[in-house]
């Protein structure tokens, strides 16, 4: 199974900042996607990392708000601008790849709080 | 878009007893259906999953059933041990794989000794 990791792994960050998420995966996969969990809610997708191109965001999500970039297939950033504390939650990176049976594997997630 | 709901939210059984958490779907198109846990502070991990070719899938104490044609599927956990004690999230998908996924609510099970 692809092993994925996640900078920071959480942060304190002052509202109108901007955090920077890292997400690395140690295997070459096809799809990489951002979600946010909101406490004690379920998983929510922002986006769809697209290697060298602009990612595909979801309803809701957009890019002013969460520039995604995906340099090459195994590395892709978050960004979370003009933070609020609504802003505030864990961020998780995933990613698909031809391996195995085709299942999604996801990072550690980044705990974000917004004060 | 695809809608999924989970059923109960939250659970509580006695160790050694048996666990049930239900799912929903609304696209008839979706054949990807997996099951995540998620203890903790600790990210999802995929515990089992099932195709639409398919009515039963089982895994030593967890097996999971689907229903095509009333658009439901759902885990069961035999045996139940505290370890079991987590947060379970069903997810469906329309490509036949795990990448498109909507997930459901999520189910809070508490294992008592």
């Known amino acids: 199974s692809a092993v994925i990791s996640q900078k920071p792994s959480r942060d304190i960050c002052q509202r109108g900042t901007s955090l920077t998420i890292q997400c690395q995966v140690d295997s070459q996969v096809t799809m990489m996607f951002w979600y946010r969990q909101q406490p004690g809610q379920s998983l929510t997708l922002i986006a769809t990392?697209?290697?060298?191109?602009?990612?595909?965001?979801e309803s809701g999500f957009v890019i002013d708000k969460f520039p995604i970039s995906r340099p090459n297939l195994t590395f892709s950033t978050l960004t979370v601008s003009n933070l609020s504390p609504e802003d505030s939650s864990i961020y998780l990176c995933?990613?698909?790849?031809?391996?195995?049976?085709?299942?999604?594997?996801f990072g550690p997630g980044t705990r974000l709080t917004v004060t | 878009g695809e809608n999924v709901e989970q059923h109960p939210s939250t659970l509580s059984v006695q160790e050694g007893d048996s666990a049930v958490i239900k799912c929903t779907y609304s696209d008839s198109a979706s054949n990807y259906f997996p099951w995540y846990k998620q203890e903790l502070g600790k990210r999802p991990q995929l515990i089992i999953d099932i195709r639409s070719n398919v009515g039963e899938k089982k895994d030593q104490r967890i097996a999971v059933t689907l229903n095509k044609t009333a658009k439901h599927f759902s885990l069961h956990i035999t045996e139940t041990q505290p370890e079991d004690s987590a947060v379970y999230f069903c997810a469906a998908s329309r490509n036949n794989a795990g990448n498109m996924l909507t997930f459901g609510g999520g189910t809070r099970l508490m294992v008592k000794p």
């Open positions: 995933s990613g698909y790849g031809t391996s195995g049976s085709g299942e999604q594997y």
């Open positions: 990392a697209n290697q060298g191109s602009e990612a595909t965001y």
